[in-house]
């Protein structure tokens, strides 16, 4: 790539981006509001999910531990 056809690139890429941007359907304001209702919420069961399977797994490594200690 010379350096001499950098800003005829660079020109045509943004060209071509904002005739892209042109034709994109955006989501209304209650879509992205539902969307991220669902996100949020799917984000806390997997907080929760990967809580009680942390402190279960931590408790019987501990057990494991403890037994062969002894």
Not at 15 to 33: C, D, G, I, L, N
Not at 41 to 70: E, W
């Amino acid at each position: 790539m010379e350096l001499a056809a950098w800003p005829e690139q660079t020109k045509n890429y943004i060209e071509e981006v904002r005739a892209e941007m042109k034709r994109v359907t955006w989501p209304s304001w209650k879509q992205v509001r539902a969307t991220t209702g669902v996100v949020i919420a799917a984000v806390f069961l997997f907080a929760a999910y990967f809580f009680v399977v942390d402190i279960v797994v931590s408790r019987a490594i501990n057990l494991v531990l403890h037994r062969g200690a002894k």
